[in-house]
């Protein structure tokens, strides 16, 4: 794809350089000051689309924190609290199991770190 592009830029480049040629002296001032526009327009372009993507990538992070509470306090409500005596823990996860089953949570990832 970039060989498109560049290709693209060089007829650009050379269609300008003709154009000039053939143009009187008030006439390239004044396509001088229409191409440091557009370059201008680029950049402001350039510009929002980098804000409006930062935008969504923090919106999306905040969603997510804010899906991962709601989980968490979800969970908490359905959840017993683990026990410390180890014989009862085969039975703690089967609930737990039960739970997700009931709730068809099938999709869980932990994240350690």
């Known amino acids: 794809m ?10 650009m480049t050379k269609y300008d350089e003709i154009l000039l040629s053939c ?8 396509y001088e000051k229409l191409a440091v526009e ?6 402001e372009d350039e510009l929002k689309q980098a804000e409006i993507e930062a935008n969504l990538r923090a919106d999306n992070n905040e969603l ?8 968490g306090e979800t969970l ?30 099938t999709d869980i990832q932990i994240f350690i770190g």
């Not at 970039?2 to 007829?11: A, H, P, T, V, Y």
């Not at 997510?64 to 989980?71: H, M």
Request: contains cysteine; proline residues 3%.
């Open 64 to 71: 997510g924190l804010r899906l991962l509470k709601r989980y």
């Open 76 to 105: 908490a409500l359905i959840l017993v609290p683990q026990t410390d005596d180890v014989t009862e823990l085969p039975a703690y996860f089967r609930s737990v199991e039960m739970q997700f089953d009931k709730f068809k949570i």
């Open 23 to 30: 143009l009187g002296r008030e006439c390239r001032l004044e």
């Open 38 to 43: 557009r370059a201008r327009l680029k950049q």
């Open 2 to 11: 970039k060989g498109w592009f560049s290709l693209l830029d060089d007829l």
